[in-house]
């Protein structure tokens, strides 16, 4: 089983589970910000041929699991939820299972509280023994340590 979990916005965290690799686990950032003079749809282009890379790497992707877009307003609603379209395009491209987590939730899971700050997450990683670049990248491992106590039982 490959996972694919991600925290979409325009600096999206991620992080893979690669069962095929004995179980192998990477992260990071990937940053979308438009480039001065580019259209606002270059990100979104950037970030589907991102997931192109991503499916590659893990050849193939079986699932694809990402916080739930929630209504910030303007262009940060825009983004979220422009990205979360494009994994459902790609996924459904791809016959690949995606799952949506409720910030809430995700949080909790993290942290105990539903209501969790940015620093909050960051210590409940690095309390994991993880050293996430920032708060984008230590969510998207603990929708990965979700994902994987849901699929693989652990």
Same mark, same amino acid.
């Given at each position: 089983?490959?996972?694919?979990?991600?925290?979409?916005?325009?600096?999206?965290?991620? %992080? !893979?589970? /690669?069962?095929?690799?004995?179980? @192998?686990?990477?992260? &990071?950032?990937?940053?979308?910000?438009?480039?001065?003079?580019?259209?606002?749809?270059?990100?979104?282009?950037?970030?589907?041929?991102?997931?192109?890379?991503?499916?590659?790497?893990?050849?193939?992707?079986?699932?694809?699991?990402?916080?739930?877009?929630?209504?910030?307003?303007?262009?940060?609603?825009?983004?979220?939820?422009?990205?979360?379209?494009?994994?459902?395009?790609? %996924? !459904?491209? /791809?016959?690949?299972?995606?799952? @949506?987590?409720?910030? &809430?939730?995700?949080?909790?899971?993290?942290?105990?509280?539903?209501?969790?700050?940015?620093?909050?997450?960051?210590?409940?990683?690095?309390?994991?023994?993880?050293?996430?670049?920032?708060?984008?990248?230590?969510?998207?491992?603990?929708?990965?340590?979700?994902?994987?106590?849901?699929?693989?039982?652990?």
């Amino acid at each position: 089983m490959n996972i694919l979990a991600l925290d979409l916005a325009t600096k999206t965290g991620w %992080a !893979a589970y /690669h069962g095929g690799c004995g179980g @192998a686990m990477n992260s &990071g950032i990937q940053d979308f910000t438009l480039k001065r003079g580019e259209s606002p749809g270059m990100k979104f282009l950037r970030f589907r041929a991102w997931l192109d890379v991503m499916q590659a790497l893990l050849n193939p992707i079986d699932v694809i699991y990402y916080e739930q877009a929630h209504h910030r307003g303007g262009a940060a609603t825009q983004s979220a939820y422009g990205f979360v379209t494009d994994v459902l395009a790609f %996924a !459904a491209q /791809h016959n690949i299972q995606t799952s @949506a987590i409720h910030t &809430g939730t995700l949080k909790k899971y993290a942290t105990g509280k539903g209501n969790a700050k940015k620093p909050e997450i960051i210590a409940a990683a690095w309390a994991l023994g993880w050293d996430p670049k920032d708060d984008n990248e230590a969510d998207a491992r603990f929708i990965r340590k979700f994902a994987m106590g849901e699929l693989l039982q652990e």
